[in-house]
T-cell receptor
Framework: DVKVTQSSRYLVKRTGEKVFLECVQD?????MFWYRQDPGLGLRLIYF???????EKGDIPEGYSVSREKKERFSLILESASTNQTSMYLC??????????FGPGTRLTVT | AQTVTQSQPEMSVQEAETVTLSCTYDTSESDYYLFWYKQPPSRQMILVIRQEAYKQQNATENRFSVNFQKAAKSFSLKISDSQLGDAAMYFCAQAKRSNYQLIWGAGTKLIIKP
């Protein structure tokens, strides 16, 4: 059974903190994605990665960075968390058929 | 730019009846993929059905089927014999064959009335 896991389901951080969200997939997929999900806005792509150490900006990369040191792991970093980054963060992976498999999501609250 | 539009923010249907969710998209590509995903409340996003644009035949998965109208750039999802477990947000998405990114619609919330 395919699996994408995320390090936390719920996270509360203070403004200005550095935040790490981890995502791990066990399907040997080349592609991994980080999305932000807000009501009425659907899913917005933050960053994606086609391969180890490769990354591409998505639609809303400002305030975020990513790291992919191993094929199975893709990390999202909020360098200095702000209240407008309070959101649901979804990680996904895919192979060549474009079908994306999602993790359970991390609901981040920045106070 | 590619866009995906779901014009129904919310739909409701009586249990056991049929409901159709609308999706339109805009692309200049001739070859691409289309998807419907389901996100139940507080649960994981999962794939419901996929369609490859070069295939004429509409995809079907059990009670879920699509009406793919390539010329009209329309990709609606029909759910037959609706069940309480079908209550969820439904997202339509499109991917170019040349690209691994998905372009997402804003979603439709489906309510099932018992």
């Amino acid at each position: 059974d395919v699996k994408v896991t995320q390090s936390s389901r719920y996270l509360v951080k203070r403004t200005g903190e550095k935040v790490f969200l981890e995502c791990v997939q066990d399907m040997d997929h080349e592609n991994m994605f980080w999305y932000r999900q807000d009501p009425g806005l659907g899913l917005r792509l933050i960053y994606f990665s086609y391969d180890v150490k490769m990354k591409e900006k998505g639609d809303i990369p400002e305030g975020y960075s990513v790291s992919r040191e191993k094929k199975e792991r893709f990390s999202l970093i909020l360098e200095s968390a702000s209240t407008n980054q309070t959101s649901m963060y979804l990680c996904a992976s895919s192979s060549t058929n474009r079908e994306q498999y999602f993790g359970p999501g991390t609901r981040l609250t920045v106070t | 730019a590619q866009t995906v539009t779901q014009s129904q923010p919310e739909m409701s249907v009586q249990e056991a009846e049929t409901v159709t969710l609308s999706c339109t998209y805009d692309t200049s590509e001739s070859d691409y993929y289309l998807f419907w995903y389901k996100q139940p409340p507080s649960r994981q996003m999962i794939l419901v059905i996929r369609q490859e644009a070069y295939k004429q035949q509409n995809a079907t998965e059990n009670r879920f089927s699509v009406n793919f109208q390539k010329a009209a750039k329309s990709f609606s999802l029909k759910i037959s014999d609706s069940q309480l477990g079908d209550a969820a947000m439904y997202f339509c998405a499109q991917a170019k064959r040349s690209n691994y990114q998905l372009i997402w619609g804003a979603g439709t919330k489906l309510i099932i009335k018992p």
